[in-house]
C-alpha cells in the first residue's frame, strides 16, 4: 500500500470507550447520590448504549434520543425509580463527565508516535462534537492529528460515504492513497470500502462478523499497526 494520510476513528479505537465511561458513571452516580450497583447498570447499559447508537447512525433516532432513552431503559430495568428531569440531568453531567477520564488503548501512544513523522493522521469520528476534541486534548493526543472531523460538523454519520468523501477533500487526499482504522466494522471498515479507502479492522473485541471480506487487514492491538505501516 502506497499510504500517504491515515484516518482513524476515536471511540473505541483510540480512546478507551468502555473503561472511561465506567469511570465517568461511577463519578456522576456518586455526586448525584444514585444508588445503583455500577457493574449491574452496565452490563445493562453497554448493549443498550450500542445498540441506540446504531440506531443514531442509521438516522431513525435523534441525538436527544439516545441520551435519554439509554439511561431511561437501563433504569428500568433495574427497577429504578429515574423521573425525566433526572435523566436529562445525568445525561447532561455523563458528557460532560465523559472527557476527563482519559484511558488510551495500550500501544496507542507507541504507534502514533511511530506513525506522526511517516504519515499525516487524521479523525473521523460519529462521537458528539462539543466531547470529542475534549478528549482528544485532555488524553494529550490532540497534537498528533491534522484535521478532526465529526459526523455532527459534516451533518451524516459513518458509514454514510459523504463524511468519507469530505475526509478525503479536506485533506486532499484519493482514497487509494488513504487508510481508515477503526473498531466498528459496519462504520468505519465497509464505509470507508465505499469510497474505496483502504482499511484496518480493529478488532480488539474478537468480534466475528458474518461475511467479513477476507481481503481486510484484521489487527487484535495497535501495536500490530507497524506490521503495515
Given amino acids: 500500500m502506497q499510504i500517504q494520510h491515515i484516518f482513524f476513528d476515536l471511540d473505541h479505537t483510540l480512546w478507551d470507550f468502555e473503561k472511561n465511561s465506567a469511570k465517568a458513571f461511577n463519578h456522576i452516580f456518586s455526586q448525584n447520590k444514585v444508588e445503583v450497583n455500577l457493574n449491574d447498570f452496565l452490563e445493562i447499559y453497554t448493549p443498550l448504549n450500542a445498540n441506540y447508537w446504531k440506531l443514531y447512525r442509521e438516522e431513525k433516532i ?73 478528549k482528544l486534548i485532555k488524553a494529550n493526543i490532540r497534537h498528533y492529528f491534522g484535521k478532526v472531523i465529526t459526523s455532527e460538523s459534516v451533518g451524516v454519520k459513518k458509514p454514510n460515504p459523504v463524511i468519507f468523501n469530505h475526509a478525503l477533500e479536506l485533506t486532499s487526499s484519493e482514497p487509494h492513497n488513504t487508510i481508515m482504522i477503526g473498531d466498528n466494522y459496519e462504520a468505519d471498515i465497509l464505509g470507508a470500502h465505499q469510497v474505496g479507502m483502504n482499511t484496518m479492522f480493529f478488532n480488539y473485541h474478537n468480534e466475528k462478523i458474518d461475511g467479513m471480506e477476507n481481503n481486510i487487514i484484521h489487527i487484535t492491538s495497535l501495536s500490530e499497526i507497524k506490521n503495515y505501516l
Fill in 62 to 134: 435523534t441525538k436527544s434520543a439516545l441520551r435519554f432513552a439509554r439511561l431511561k431503559d437501563t433504569f428500568d430495568a433495574l427497577n429504578f425509580d429515574a423521573n425525566e428531569e433526572l435523566i436529562w440531568h445525568l445525561s447532561d453531567e455523563y458528557i460532560g463527565a465523559l472527557p476527563n477520564f482519559n484511558h488510551l488503548f495500550e500501544g496507542a501512544i507507541e504507534v502514533l508516535e511511530y506513525l506522526m513523522p511517516r504519515y499525516p493522521m487524521h479523525i473521523i469520528t460519529n462521537g458528539f462534537e462539543e466531547v470529542q476534541t475534549q
